[in-house]
């Protein structure tokens, strides 16, 4: 790709986006861009990102992909949001500071609460409070910051994954239990860990793999489960492949090779090359729910933020995403289309329906 104004408007045009900006302060070394897809339902809200982008373009890619995903989040789970993305250019571990992210809080803030930020790779809740000094255009921080906070939306995340692997076992089995289900979790980091939690509980087969072999290790120990070493997972069979860390990892090479029934996780973007992947598990019989549905439960805790309400609400609008990953599944079984496609079409319904009442 070329970051030619031209090419970049065809790509904002190809994926529907209203918005780009970019925000260049060399005195605090801060390269940011925020994207906003679409805010026909409501302000636009993403995650704050922060990794070392090898090139701008891949940077740019990543925040329209990452904003469109959350439109489509918002749409599907019906929340009133739109879909928005921050990108850092910086290595989080080295090149973060608080300066850095107050600038970045004063950028947000003249875009006039059309972005929302909130939590995402490379950021943390500290890194939010920062920004926050400078607008309050910011969800996911703790209670002791922002009295309607919900402190760490993680375990919101796994719960919604939770009622996600729950309605495909439905769907296969005909019963959602996942004991003595073999399930592997591929990247325990916060949201992975407290999934591994809850199927373990439930008596799950629960094995762990992830990058950093350590952490594999002690997770593994933790709860019993069993590690698998990061590049042998599609070398084994699973009931639900549940895929927690960065996206890409189900494409059409490893959609080939899976020997799982369900794939169901927390991790952004998990398709790569999103149209052939799931026409190739839909065609090998794996049922894929889709990540921008059942990783939605820390979205629907900003949610709640935003609008003032308890952590009861947040749980009952979490608890539905089992019925909406089932409708989902229905459409697809009905249409003989992808899941993937049939969530798409649901959200984008949405959308259709709500820009005819916003005219």
């Known amino acids: 790709m070329s970051t030619s104004q031209n090419s970049i408007f065809e790509l904002m045009s190809q994926?529907?986006?209203?918005?780009?900006?970019?925000?260049?302060?060399?005195?605090?070394?801060?390269?940011?861009?925020?994207?906003?897809?679409?805010t026909?339902?409501?302000?636009?809200?993403?995650?704050?990102?922060?990794?070392?982008?090898?090139?701008?373009?891949?940077?740019?890619?990543?925040?329209l992909r990452l904003s469109k995903a959350i439109t489509y989040k918002s749409a599907i789970t019906g929340l009133n949001l739109g879909g928005g993305s921050a990108v850092?250019?910086?290595?989080?571990?080295?090149?973060?500071?608080?300066?850095?992210?107050?600038?970045l809080g004063q950028f947000i803030e003249g875009l006039n609460g059309n972005f929302i930020a909130s939590l995402d790779?490379?950021?943390?809740?500290?890194?939010?409070?920062?920004?926050?000094?400078?607008?309050?255009h910011v969800a996911g921080l703790p209670?002791?910051?922002?009295?309607?906070?919900?402190?760490?939306?993680?375990?919101?995340?796994?719960?919604?994954?939770?009622?996600?692997?729950?309605?495909?076992?439905?769907?296969?089995?005909?019963?959602?239990?996942?004991?003595?289900?073999?399930?592997?979790?591929?990247?325990?980091?916060?949201v992975g860990e407290r999934l591994i939690a809850m199927l373990r509980e439930e008596n799950a087969r629960v094995y762990v793999s992830d990058i950093t072999e350590e952490k594999m290790l002690k997770v593994a120990a933790k709860y019993k489960a069993e590690p698998i070493p990061y590049n042998e997972v599609f070398d084994h069979e699973f009931d639900v492949y549940s895929p927690c860390a960065l996206g890409g990892t189900v494409n059409p090479e490893s959609a080939q090779k899976m020997q799982c029934k369900i794939?169901?996780?927390s991790a952004n973007n998990q398709l790569k090359d999103e149209v052939a992947t799931s026409t190739i598990l839909h065609e090998r019989g794996i049922l894929y729910a889709p990540d921008y549905l059942i990783n939605a439960g820390a979205l629907i805790s900003c949610y709640s933020e935003i609008q003032n309400y308890g952590v009861d609400h947040t749980e009952f609008v979490i608890k539905n995403i089992y019925n909406a990953t089932r409708d989902?599944?229905?459409?697809?079984?009905?249409?003989?289309?992808?899941?993937?496609?049939?969530?798409?079409?649901?959200?984008e319904k949405r959308i259709q329906d709500i820009k005819k009442i916003k005219r």
């Open 88 to 103: 850092i250019i910086g290595n989080s571990r080295l090149d973060k500071s608080e300066v850095l992210l107050r600038r």
């Open 263 to 265: 794939i169901a996780g």
């Open 40 to 63: 026909t339902l409501g302000p636009a809200i993403g995650g704050v990102r922060m990794l070392p982008y090898e090139t701008t373009e891949e940077a740019i890619e990543d925040a």
């Open 15 to 38: 994926s529907g986006h209203q918005n780009l900006f970019f925000c260049n302060d060399e005195l605090v070394g801060l390269k940011a861009i925020v994207a906003i897809h679409d």
């Open 121 to 136: 790779v490379g950021t943390t809740q500290r890194d939010l409070e920062y920004i926050y000094t400078e607008t309050e």
């Open 143 to 190: 209670k002791a910051i922002h009295g309607s906070g919900v402190g760490d939306t993680s375990i919101f995340a796994a719960q919604g994954v939770y009622f996600g692997i729950k309605a495909c076992l439905k769907e296969l089995y005909g019963s959602e239990s996942v004991a003595g289900k073999k399930v592997i979790v591929h990247g325990v980091g916060s």
């Open 328 to 347: 989902v599944l229905k459409k697809s079984k009905e249409e003989n289309i992808s899941t993937f496609e049939a969530a798409n079409r649901i959200a």
